[in-house]
C-alpha cells in the first residue's frame, strides 16, 4: 500500500503497491483503488511485472487507459458494483493524471492569464491608432516621424482566480496520484478552502472564453476533479477499475482481432408453433470473429486461470466446447458464407486465454503458446471448426500492442490456429487409418 505521506516525498517503489489478481475467491478487482489514505494498482490474471520502475509505471498508465476504452460490459456498466462500502465512490482517475501530465508537460507551470496592456515603448507589435492619438509626430525631411509608438505587451498574471484553482487541482492531483509522476512535489496551493461552486464556476468562465482545446481539455478534467470532491463527503475511499474484466478481455481481443460487422455470423433459432404463431429467439452470439483471406476464425476470449495455474480444472468445459463447434458448423454449412467465401470454406476455432510468457507455468518467449485443443465425441474431427484450438494470449503484450483489426497479429494468431488444426486433422486421419487396417 502506499500512503499519503511517501506519495508526497517520492520515496516509492512502486511494485509494493501493486498487486496481480490470480482469480480466487475475493481477488477479481482490476484497477486502482484507495482505502483511506493508502492506494494499491491491481493486474489482471497472467501479468507478469517488469523489473524496472520506470516499465511498471508505463504498464500502470497503460492498465488505465485499457480499462477506459475497454471496460464496458455487454449492460453497459463501466466499473464494478461498489465493493468497499457504502462510502465507496468513482475516482476519475483519468482526470487526475491528466491533469498532472498536463502540468509536467507545461515544465511545472499553471494556467495563466494573458493581459494585454498598450505602453511606449518602441519593441514591440505596434499599435498605430493609439500612437497617431496619443504620440505626437516629428518633422524630418517634409515628413512626420513618429520617434516612439504605443506597443501591445503580453503578460503573465499568476495571481487570478483559474491559476489558483489550477494550483489546487494539481496539488490535489499529486496527493492521489503523484506517485506515478517522479520529480519535485508542485507548492502547495494558495487557495486552502475548497468552494465547489466557485471553483467550478471560475472553470466554466474561462472555458468559454478560451478557444484553445489543449487548454478545454485540462478544463474538462478540472471540472470531473471538483464535482468528483464536491460530490462526496469523506475522502476515504475510491476505485476505478471493474470486477468483470473479462469483459475487458473480450473487447480487447475483439478489437485486435475481430470484423466489424460479426452480427451476420450469429447463429439464429426461432420457434414455429402448431397455433401457427412463432417466435424469435435471441441469436447465439461468438466473441470474436476474424476473417483472413476466405479463412473464417471463431474465437472465444476466455479470462481463465489456466494461463496463470496450469490446473486442467481452469479449461474451458463441454458447453463452451461444442458451443465453439455450432458456430463453426453454422458458418462451414451456410449458403450465405459459402457464396462469399466458396463451397469449401475453412471454418477454424479457437479459446484465447491470457497468461504471461515470462512467468512460471508456461515460459516461453513468444506472445502466442499453442496449449492442446478441445474436440467432441460427438464429432468426427474431420472438420477443422470440430478442433478448438487453445491458445495463451500475452496479456501485457496485448494490452500495449493493441490496434484495431491488427493485420500483423491477426495473421500471427491465423498461422498457429491453423498449423495446430492441420496437424491434428492429420493425426485423425492417421489413427482412423490405423483403425481401418
Request: charged share 25%; with cysteine.
Amino acid at each position: 500500500m502506499l500512503n499519503s505521506d511517501s506519495v508526497l516525498r517520492g520515496n516509492t517503489e512502486l511494485k509494493k503497491h501493486c498487486h496481480i489478481n490470480h482469480g480466487g475467491d475475493g481477488d477479481s478487482f482490476v484497477g486502482v483503488r484507495s482505502d483511506v489514505n493508502s492506494l494499491s494498482v491491481c493486474f489482471p490474471i497472467g501479468y507478469i511485472f517488469p523489473s524496472d520502475d520506470n516499465e511498471l509505471r508505463r504498464d500502470i498508465l497503460n492498465l488505465i487507459g485499457v480499462l477506459s476504452r475497454f471496460s464496458k460490459s455487454k449492460d453497459g456498466n463501466v466499473a464494478s458494483q461498489k465493493i468497499f462500502s457504502r462510502e465507496t465512490v468513482n475516482f476519475p482517475v483519468q482526470a487526475y493524471i491528466k491533469i498532472m501530465l498536463n502540468y509536467r508537460n507545461a515544465n511545472s507551470t499553471y494556467y495563466m492569464d494573458k493581459e494585454v496592456r498598450y505602453v511606449t515603448g518602441t519593441r514591440g507589435k505596434k499599435n498605430w491608432p493609439r500612437s497617431i492619438k496619443q504620440k505626437k509626430p516629428v518633422v524630418q525631411d517634409n515628413s512626420f516621424v513618429y520617434l516612439d509608438y504605443i506597443v501591445q505587451e503580453t503578460i503573465s498574471n499568476d495571481t487570478n482566480l483559474i491559476t489558483l484553482v489550477h494550483e489546487f487541482c494539481v496539488y490535489e492531483s499529486y496527493q492521489k496520484v503523484g506517485w506515478l509522476f517522479p520529480g519535485n512535489p508542485p507548492r502547495k496551493p494558495r487557495l486552502q478552502h475548497f468552494d465547489k461552486n466557485m471553483f467550478l464556476g471560475t472553470i466554466y468562465k474561462k472555458k468559454h472564453e478560451d478557444p484553445n482545446d489543449k487548454n478545454n481539455a485540462l478544463f474538462d478534467n478540472m471540472i470531473s476533479m471538483i464535482k468528483f470532491l464536491g460530490d462526496k463527503d469523506v475522502a476515504s475511499q475510491f476505485y476505478f477499475g471493474t470486477d468483470r474484466f473479462e469483459y475487458v478481455w473480450q473487447n480487447l481481443i475483439d478489437y485486435t482481432f475481430g470484423v466489424d460487422e460479426k452480427t451476420w455470423f450469429f447463429p439464429k433459432t426461432h420457434w414455429i408453433l402448431n397455433s401457427d404463431k412463432t417466435k424469435s429467439n435471441a441469436a447465439l452470439e461468438p466473441d470474436t470473429i476474424m476473417v483472413l483471406d476466405d479463412k473464417v476464425f471463431v474465437i472465444d476470449a476466455k479470462y481463465y486461470r489456466y494461463g496463470d495455474s496450469a490446473l486442467v480444472a481452469h479449461l474451458p468445459e463441454s458447453t463452451s466446447i461444442n458451443k465453439q463447434i455450432t458456430y463453426g458448423e453454422y458458418i462451414a454449412n451456410e449458403k450465405k458464407f459459402k457464396k462469399k467465401f466458396g463451397d469449401n470454406v475453412k471454418v477454424y476455432n479457437a479459446f484465447l486465454m491470457p497468461f504471461g510468457c515470462y512467468g512460471k507455468s508456461f515460459p516461453c518467449d513468444a506472445a502466442y503458446k499453442h496449449i492442446g485443443e478441445a474436440i467432441s465425441n460427438w464429432k468426427s474431427g474431420n472438420n477443422e471448426y470440430e478442433h478448438v484450438q487453445g491458445i495463451l494470449v500475452d496479456i501485457r503484450y496485448l494490452m500495449h500492442r493493441y490496434i484495431k483489426h491488427d493485420e500483423i497479429e491477426i495473421q500471427r494468431l491465423a498461422d498457429i490456429i491453423e498449423s495446430a488444426t492441420i496437424k491434428s486433422q492429420s493425426q485423425t486421419a492417421l489413427e482412423g487409418l490405423a483403425t481401418v487396417q
